[in-house]
């Protein structure tokens, strides 16, 4: 029971917006620690008075919270977008600029111009002429960030579960593509797919002849 007030209370601590009087959109990305697949993120802008109790760092929630949260999400919102870079393009840049260039594109993509961003971590690239400001663990601080972390993860999951039916070597319909052990089974047993990123260390190095 206090492990349920906690959780409820970390809800309602979200905050609605971080600059006052502006459209602000919140940016986040998901897939970033991945051995395969592209990296997503998403963009949001919420309503002024946005207010969501179960809105929350999407991490902290159940896969079902998070679809329920993502049909909320996009009927809600002022205007959200997803940006996606590839694992080739991960391998050309690095997963930093990667994720930076995907949230670029998620910003992009959004109906209407923002007119200030904030960004969950600690790096990012200035887009065009807007003010910016990261925030560390932001997803589970701003709604919008929050909101932008669903997206990203949900639609990544959709992702790597419609590549799971064509490689299904790896486990990618409920690891994602993170580097558990089965994946990594996986990549010894049957080798890199086309959707790995090869910058990334995807077997230990003892095991790299196997390629």
Not at 28 to 34: L, T, V
Request: hydrophobic share 40%; proline share 5%; net charge neutral.
């Amino acid at each position: 029971m206090l492990k349920f007030k906690f959780l409820i209370l970390s809800f309602q601590l979200l905050l609605p917006h971080y600059y006052t009087g502006l459209i602000e959109a919140g940016c986040d990305e998901a897939g970033r620690g991945c051995l395969a697949g592209s990296v997503y993120a998403a963009a949001v802008i919420l309503p002024d008075d946005y207010h969501n109790d179960l809105l929350n760092d999407s991490k902290q929630l159940s896969s079902r919270q998070r679809y329920a949260l993502r049909e909320q999400i996009e009927h809600d919102a002022i205007s959200w977008a997803l940006g996606i870079v590839t694992a080739k393009e991960i391998d050309e840049f690095n997963i930093l600029r990667a994720s930076i260039l995907a949230m670029h594109r998620a910003i992009d993509g959004l109906k209407i111009r923002p007119q200030a961003l904030i960004i969950d971590g600690n790096r990012f690239t200035r887009y065009q002429d807007l003010p910016h400001t990261t925030i560390v663990k932001g997803d589970g601080k701003y709604l919008a960030i929050a909101a932008a972390s669903v997206l990203a993860k949900t639609y990544r999951d959709d992702y790597m579960k419609e590549l799971h039916t064509r490689y299904p070597y790896y486990g990618w319909d409920h690891n994602a593509g993170y580097p558990t052990k089965e994946h990594r089974r996986g990549i010894a047993e049957y080798g890199p797919s086309p959707y790995h990123r090869m910058t990334f260390t995807l077997l230990p190095p003892q095991q790299l002849e196997l390629f």
